[in-house]
């Protein structure tokens, strides 16, 4: 009988009947949702008071990395996320200041790709919405960088409600593909977004093409804008006072077994008083301020629930993999100074409730949003560039998985590659590009071990790190002092370990000057100097 079997199956593998009744393989949809400004603990998953269902729901279904690594800041996260480099070989070195030199030119070079230029070359549809912030020029639009179809802000930050100019003399654009877009009545940014994504991704279903869909929203960024329904569910839930909630938090992500054993909560930052020091007054204000944050972080997740639900009636969503991060850390900073116009420092004084209010959470709000780890967006302490990252593939990702290694920004262009098959040039358009500096998280996805990183580099502003390990050598501008850590015990940076192990300091002190001359980094002072002599002319 064994033996009739066996012979039943050659047949039927030599005639092609067998393979005929199996579906071929197709290419994965690849999705990468971008947070804005959005800090370690922010979403429920990750220790967050903030109701997030529908990421809570991705990461129960799948995979959190808990030492997932941006690049610190809006602009140099992007550029490396879409080229897979770090950010000063893609050509935004700092921000999109446009300089005279390559590393800082403030748009993506010609010397690299984007994903969508790479998986367009490999038959996707390659789509976006929102924040672009890889410079405004038309010929750095994202439908000049290879995305398809493209609607969203091309510039760093607006009103949610509209088009709002925050500096002087600039012109902010929303864009609808290669056109200049005015938001009409009942315009909110986060919803816009979304509702042009599951457009785009109706069209795309409808050619039979996959598609790579990189959704970046602006939220939780400042101005801190949100819907009255919103904002409604969180009022007074901050009164509690900034302490108890970092507290809070701390004791969540340790339940969660998302923070390592020894980890201790950074104590609260200088800047920021005693909860009991403040006037019930200002109790008040700071509870709206958090309660317009929460509202934009809950209104992202219910955004993110309406993919979702587009994926699966269009039948997509058993072939799409959904990768979740955000861009920087919590960011302290405010509304105020000589960059900003005198109408919107007058609007920075109302209520953040308030429509045409213009507000940020500032350090208080950040020093939560960071728990419990220390420092901001700009810094490449832990504050500054941990993300929380979910990954979710429904019947290749195992749910409920926790990852502890560390991973960077740069894995994501060798990542999407690989899950769709496609080729990394080493030409485009005529121009030699440079080689993908990250790893491919694939392994992982596939329950297998994942070799992970030796090294990665951090710098911004003259911000600078390198992890290996557990070790972790950081500095900040204009101190320049190294500091040792202990990830594996002291993931907060709160004993410094250089004095005991200086020949461990300079070993990665070392690797970080190779990096840093690799990468084409000009020191942070040089290129203070450049700017201050280039204002001369």
């Known amino acids: 009988m064994i033996k009739k079997r066996i012979l039943n199956l050659s047949l039927l593998l030599a005639t092609g009947l067998l ?36 990421l809570d729901a991705l990461a129960k279904g799948g995979l959190k990395m808990t030492q997932f690594y941006n690049a610190s800041r809006c602009c140099p996260t992007r550029a490396s996320l879409l080229t897979g480099l770090y950010p000063h070989q893609a050509g ?21 790709v984007t994903i969508a ?44 409600f509209g088009n709002r100019p925050y500096r002087p003399n600039q012109k902010l654009t929303y864009a609808l593909n290669d056109e200049e877009y005015s938001p009409g009545e009942g315009f909110y940014a986060t919803d816009a977004y979304t509702d042009f994504a599951l457009k785009f991704v109706e069209e795309s279903k409808a050619k039979d093409k996959p598609f790579f869909l990189y959704m970046a929203y602006t939220a939780p960024h400042w101005p801190l804008h949100a819907l009255p329904q919103d904002i409604a569910r969180y009022k007074g839930k901050y009164m509690k006072g900034w302490d108890k909630l970092r507290q809070e938090r701390f004791e969540r992500l340790q339940r969660m077994g998302m923070i390592p054993k020894g980890t201790q909560l950074s ?28 509202a934009m ?20 969503d058993k072939n799409t993999i959904i990768l979740f991060l955000s ?8 509304i105020d100074g000589p960059g900003f116009t005198q109408e919107i420092l007058e609007a920075s004084k109302k209520p953040s409730s308030d429509p045409t209010s213009f507000t940020a959470y500032e350090y208080e709000g950040a020093n939560v949003s960071n728990s419990p780890f220390r420092k901001y967006k700009h810094m490449v302490h832990e504050g500054g560039i941990s993300t929380p990252f979910i990954a979710y593939f429904p019947g290749r990702i195992k749910p409920n998985t926790v990852n502890h290694q560390p991973a960077h920004i740069i894995d994501l262009m060798t990542t999407s590659l690989e899950l769709a098959g496609v080729e990394y040039p ?35 502003e003259g911000n600078r790190a ?34 005991k192990y200086p020949e461990k300091v300079q070993e990665l002190a070392k690797l970080y000057d190779a990096w840093a001359e690799h990468a084409d980094v000009v020191p942070f002072a040089q290129l203070q100097e450049y700017d201050r002599q280039r204002k001369k002319k």
């Open 19 to 54: 393979v005929s009744q199996t579906p071929p393989q197709t290419k994965p949809n690849i999705v990468i949702i971008l947070a804005d400004d959005m800090g370690y603990s922010d979403i429920g998953c990750f220790g967050s008071e903030i109701a997030t269902p529908n």
């Open 92 to 112: 935004v070195g700092h921000m999109v200041n446009e300089r005279d030199i390559p590393a800082y030119s403030g748009m993506l070079s010609d010397s690299c």
């Open 117 to 160: 230029e790479a998986l367009k070359e490999g038959g996707y549809s390659t789509l976006m919405t929102g924040k672009w912030h890889l410079n405004a020029r038309p010929e750095h639009w994202p439908v000049r960088q290879g995305f398809d179809k493209y609607f969203g802000l091309l510039d760093g930050a607006n009103s949610y």
């Open 267 to 294: 104590p609260r930052d200088e800047h920021v008083p005693a909860w009991e020091s403040l006037t019930k007054e200002q109790q008040l204000r700071w509870d709206e301020k958090m309660a317009v944050y929460a």
């Open 297 to 316: 972080v809950d209104r992202m997740d219910q955004n993110i629930g309406k993919l979702l639900q587009k994926l699966k009636e269009t039948g997509a």
């Open 327 to 334: 861009d920087n850390g919590g960011s302290y900073e405010d």
């Open 426 to 460: 080493t030409k485009y358009k005529g121009h030699p590009i440079k080689p993908m500096e990250g790893t491919s998280l694939v392994p992982l996805f596939n329950g297998k071990k994942w070799a992970g990183h030796k090294e990665i580099f951090f710098e911004h």
């Open 466 to 499: 390198v992890r290996q390990g557990d070790w972790k050598l950081v500095s900040i501008f204009p101190e320049n002092q190294w500091a040792l850590y202990n990830m594996k015990t002291d993931r907060s940076e709160l004993n410094d370990l250089s004095s």
